[in-house]
């Protein structure tokens, strides 16, 4: 038999999977994202020019807030206390391009996959909200799961994107 959805139970209905059985380990998650913009946005952003203030302090602070408000955004998520939650940007000149990269760690028995992803989210939606006056054409993209560590799965990692 293929794999079954987690959060579906036999008849259908949405669930919170029971975790109750599982053992506590650490687990961590790390998560990036992109968004690219106009030459006069990038340099902007670069150069804290920006009228709203620092983008990219702000956006660190939304996705790091986020992280921790999982659990109130997606429904089926369980509420985890983080023991980390880390949001750093690099900025990719040539491409006008910021990188978004979110690392989450907790102690606990479900993984912290969805609150890396959900930072990464929440930090480049912060950035086009704070520059869209100057670019509304700002594309978010390739937002993934890069690695996962800890749990019955055990340690998953993806090639990173630059």
């Known amino acids: ?15 919170m999977v029971d975790v109750s059985e599982k053992d506590v380990t650490h ?3 790390v998560a990036e994202g992109f968004i690219t913009m106009s030459p006069p946005c990038f340099a902007m952003v670069k150069e804290g ?13 939304a996705g790091i807030m986020a992280t921790k408000r999982t659990a109130d955004l997606i429904p089926l998520c369980h509420v ?13 000149e040539e491409r006008h391009t910021i990188r978004a990269r979110c690392t989450v760690s907790c102690d606990g028995k479900t993984g912290v996959e ?4 959900t930072g990464v989210s929440v930090a480049l939606l912060t950035v086009y ?9 700002m594309v978010l993209s ?11 799965s055990g340690d998953l990692c993806f090639e990173a994107a630059l």
């Not at 969805?114 to 992803?117: D, G, Q, R, S």
Request: net charge positive; aromatic share 2%; hydrophobic share 40%.
């Open 1 to 15: 038999m293929g794999e079954q959805f987690t959060h579906v139970d036999p008849a259908g209905n949405a669930r």
């Open 27 to 29: 687990r961590t998650a």
């Open 49 to 61: 020019r920006a009228k709203k203030g620092d983008v990219l302090g702000v956006a660190q602070v």
């Open 80 to 92: 985890l206390a983080l023991t980390k939650s880390q949001v750093e940007f690099t900025l990719l």
């Open 114 to 117: 969805m609150e890396a992803l």
């Open 129 to 137: 909200d704070m520059c869209k006056a100057v670019d509304k054409r």
């Open 142 to 152: 390739d937002i993934r799961l890069l690695e996962k560590h800890g749990g019955k």
